[in-house]
Structure formats: C-alpha cells, structure tokens
C-alpha cells in the first residue's frame, strides 16, 4: 500500500507542475519561474514541447490525473489484493517513462538546455515506474506467477489476511425466549 501513496503523492505533484506549465502556455499564469535564465522557456516553447500538436504539458496535467485517479481507488479496502489497479497504472507509467526519455533526450541534447519543472516531472515519474513495479511485486509474493493471465486462485496469497481489517461476522438473531409455562395448581 506504501506504493500506491508513493504513486499518488509523486503523480499529484508532477500533475500540478504540468498544469502550471500548460498554464504558462496559454498565458493565464505570469512569467516561468525559472531558476536558470530561460531554459524553461526555451524547452516549452520548442518543438519538443508540443507531441501531434497537443501541448506535452497538458498530456502530463491528464496522463498524472489518471494516475492520481487510479492510486487513490487502489488504496481502498476492497482493491488492496486486486491486480487490475497496478495493472492500469503500469499501462499509464511505463508508456509515460519512455515518453519521458524521449523529452529529456530533446532538452539535453537537441536543446542544449533544461527545466527544472521538467526535471520535477521526470524524477516523479521515475519514482512512479519504481513504486508501481514494488507495487506488482507486492501483489504477485514471493514464490508467486508473474503471468497476469493466471487465475487467482493458482497464486500465493499477496497479502496476509490480518493485515486486511474485516468488520467481524455478525451473530445471528435469537428468537425471544418465551417464559417457561407455568403449570395449573392442582393434583399431580
């Protein structure tokens, strides 16, 4: 479960450092806080900083929401041993890793510069691919399949049963108790 808050926490960050930046695109923000003398400016406004003409920053702003979305409905009771949460967020990190890798390539080399925002951005999302694959770890155990398409019930049990609090079982309603019957006076 530490995983999953690590995902949510780095995503809603990295979510409100992208949304500042999109912001900053369409001109409803000041000028960039940029600590380095306008290398943010100079990635944002490149040609690595829009992907099929959507602005890359708004990509981020949605792309870490989902996440957000996604962790926080993990980290409720019923889906802490389900599979489908860390599945759906690796099917949103990992693709976000390598997109990543792609745009630091563009700042540092093609560039020549860099953006602390983005760095922001790149450390989170770093943090994320470690913390959902601790995470899918977590939930496959140690002798556990690593085969998502393996029944349930053919893999170890991910989480101890203790560590779930279940409310305990509810004890069955008794009839009223009728008083014993008394007997008439009389001859026995």
């Known amino acids: 479960m530490k995983a999953r808050m ?12 992208a949304l500042y930046l999109h912001l900053w695109k369409l001109g409803l923000v000041g000028q960039l806080a940029c600590a380095n ?13 829009s992907f099929l003409g959507v602005d890359v920053a708004l990509i981020g702003a949605l792309g870490y929401a989902a996440i957000v979305v996604l962790s926080l409905i993990s ?6 041993r389900a599979r489908w949460p860390a599945l759906a967020m690796m099917a949103l990190i990992y ?5 990543t890798i792609r745009l630091k390539y563009a700042e540092f080399v093609t560039l020549r510069s860099f953006c602390p925002w983005c760095a922001v951005n790149a450390i989170a999302i770093v943090i994320c691919a470690i913390a959902v694959t601790v995470d899918w770890f ?5 002798t556990g399949s690593m085969d998502p398409s393996q ?4 893999q170890s049990d991910p989480v101890p049963s203790a560590a779930i609090r279940t409310p305990p079982p509810a004890r069955p309603a008794r009839a009223p108790s009728a008083p014993p019957a008394r007997r008439p006076p009389g001859p026995s």
Do not use: D, H, K
């Open 138 to 142: 977590r939930l496959q155990g140690a």
């Open 6 to 17: 690590t995902i949510a926490l780095a995503s809603l960050i990295s979510g409100l450092v």
């Open 37 to 49: 003398g306008g290398g943010c400016e100079t990635v944002q406004t490149s040609a690595a900083g």
């Open 75 to 80: 980290l409720q009771p019923r889906f802490v």
């Open 151 to 154: 029944p349930r019930s053919e």
């Open 95 to 99: 693709p976000a890793l390598l997109f």
